[in-house]
C-alpha cells in the first residue's frame, strides 16, 4: 500500500526545535517533489516548505524563513522539516504530500498536484 506517514511532532515550548518526519511507504520519495503544510484551527491550509525533485531548490513561507529547514536523506526514503525557534504561532497540524511531476518548480509551490498526503502530526509550541 502506498502512503506518507509523518511523526516528530508533540509539546514544545517557545523558543524550542523538532524535527517532523515524512516518511514513505511502498514508493520511492526521492523521485517526488515534496511539500509541507500546515492547519491551525480555525485557519486554512498553509504551505510552509518545500523540495523538489529535480535540483533539490527549497522553498519556505517568510514566517519561518531562518527558523525551518527541509531536507531528504534518500537512504531512509524520509524527508524532515527541522523546526526552530519555534513560536506559539506555529502551532498546527503538519501535513507532508508528494507530486512526481518532474517539470515541478518551488516557484508554483503550493499550487502542485499531490499524488499523496499523509495523515498529519500535530505540533503544540506553549509554555
Known amino acids: 500500500q502506498l502512503h506518507l506517514v509523518e511523526s516528530g511532532g508533540g509539546l514544545v515550548q517557545p523558543g524550542g526545535s523538532l524535527r517532523l518526519s515524512c516518511a514513505a511507504s511502498?514508493?520511492?520519495?526521492?523521485?517526488?517533489?515534496i511539500g509541507w503544510f500546515r492547519q491551525a484551527p480555525g485557519k486554512e491550509r498553509e504551505g510552509v516548505s518545500c523540495?523538489?525533485?529535480?535540483?533539490?531548490?527549497?522553498y519556505y513561507t517568510d514566517s519561518v524563513k531562518g527558523r525551518f529547514t527541509i531536507s531528504r536523506d534518500n537512504a531512509k526514503n524520509t524527508v524532515y522539516l527541522q523546526m526552530n525557534s519555534l513560536k506559539p504561532e506555529d502551532t498546527a497540524v503538519y501535513y507532508c504530500?508528494?507530486?512526481?511531476?518532474?517539470?515541478?518548480?518551488?516557484?508554483?509551490?503550493?499550487?502542485?498536484?499531490?499524488?499523496?498526503w499523509g495523515q498529519g502530526t500535530q505540533v503544540t509550541v506553549s509554555s
Open positions: 504530500a508528494a507530486d512526481k511531476t518532474i517539470s515541478r518548480t518551488t516557484m508554483t509551490f503550493p499550487g502542485w498536484e499531490y499524488d499523496y
Open positions: 511502498g514508493f520511492t520519495l526521492d523521485y517526488y517533489n
Open positions: 523540495i523538489s525533485r529535480s535540483d533539490g531548490s527549497t
